[in-house]
C-alpha cells in the first residue's frame, strides 16, 4: 500500500522516536537522511521527531539543540544522566503524542526509509509492525550467532511472544503505545513487552547496515546483562530449571545411598569408606545450592528494586526551554 496524500484539516500525527548515546559522530548523517524522510511524511501527516539524549560524554546534546533550532518539528530531551538504552526509549515513547511512533537507533543500523512502509502498514489496520531483519551488515559473527541462540531459547523458555530478529525498530499505534507505557518495570525488556500487550501485528522486512559512525553501544558486557533482564523479566524458567537439578542430583545421590544398603544387608558387603565420595557429595550439593541462592536472588533483587518505585528515568533539560 502506497500512502495517499491528504488534507491538512484531516491529518494525522506521527511521532518519529530516537534514543541517542554518544552519538556526535552518527548524527549529521542521521539529520540529513530523518530530515529527508519527515518531509516525505509531511504530504501525509504531522510529524514530529522526538530525540532523547542519554546522558551523553560527547557533543550529542549541544547537537540535538541545533536540530532542534532548525527543524521546529524536532523535540530535543537530555536525561540527567546516563539510565540506559530501554530507559531513554521509554522516556521517548512517554513524550510522542503521534497516532503512531516509530523507535529507531540512532546510527543509522535502521535504514529511515522503511518508516514508509511501516506507517502504510499502520494505515492498513496495524497496531505494531516489526521491522525483521533479513540480514546484518558490519556485525562479527559472534554477535549473529549469540543473538539467534538468545531468541530461540528465550522463546523456547516461554516467551513465545518476542519476534525473532527483529529489535527496537517498530512501529506502535496509539492505542498500543498507551498500553505499553502502563507497564512501569524497573528492569525493561521492551521488545518482549510490545509482544506482550498483543493487538494487531503486522511485519516489513529490511537489510540491517553497518552503523555510519561511531562504536556499538551494546559490548559483551552489556548484551549479557540486557539477556539476563530479558530471561528473567518473561520466564520462571530459570527458577523451574535450579528445582529440577536440584532433585536431579538428589536422586543420584539417593540412587547411590540404596545400592549401598542393597551390598550391605543381601551381600553382607560395605563399600571401604572413603572421603572421595563425601568430598564430591558435599562439592555437588554446595554447588547447586549457590547456583539456586543465585538465581533466586536475581528474582529477588529486581522485587528489591521494583517496590522501591524510583522513576525510570530523569530529565535535565529540554530544548524548549533551554537552549
Known sequence: MMLEPSDAADRKTVSIVVPCFNEEDALPFLVDRLSSVADELQRHYRVE???????????????????????RRVRGVSLSRNFGH???????????????????DADLQDPPEVVLEMFAKWE???????AVRRSRTGESRFKLKTASLFYRLIRGMGATHVREDSGDFRLMSRRALDALNKLREQHRFIRGMVGWVGFRTAEVHY??????????????????????????????????LAYLLSSALSLVFLGYLVY????????????????????????????????????????????????????????????????
Not at 530501554?86 to 529507531?104: E, I, K, P, R, S
Not at 552503523?211 to 524458567?237: C, E, Q
Not at 539456586?292 to 530544548?319: A, D, N, W
Open 207 to 240: 537489510d540491517r547496515m553497518a552503523r555510519v559512525a561511531g562504536v556499538t553501544k551494546y559490548p559483551f558486557r552489556k548484551m549479557l546483562r540486557f539477556a539476563i533482564d530479558a530471561t528473567v523479566s518473561f520466564s520462571s524458567f530459570p527458577l523451574r
Open 260 to 323: 549401598t544398603l542393597f551390598l550391605h544387608f543381601f551381600f553382607g558387603r560395605t563399600l571401604v569408606p572413603g572421603w572421595s565420595s563425601l568430598i564430591i557429595s558435599v562439592i555437588a550439593f554446595g554447588a547447586i545450592n549457590l547456583v539456586c541462592l543465585g538465581i533466586m536472588g536475581e528474582y529477588i533483587g529486581r522485587i528489591f528494586e521494583q517496590v522501591k518505585s524510583r522513576p525510570l528515568y530523569l530529565v535535565g533539560e529540554h530544548t524548549r526551554n533551554d537552549c
Open 124 to 130: 492498513d489496520g496495524a497496531d505494531v509492525v516489526y
Open 86 to 104: 530501554q530507559a531513554a526509549l521509554t522516556c521517548a515513547y512517554d513524550l510522542a503524542t503521534g497516532d503512531a511512533v516509530v523507535c529507531m
Open 49 to 71: 521527531i522526538v530525540l532523547v539524549d542519554d546522558g551523553s560524554a560527547d557533543k550529542t546534546w549541544p547537537l540535538i539543540c541545533d536540530y532542534a533550532r532548525i527543524d
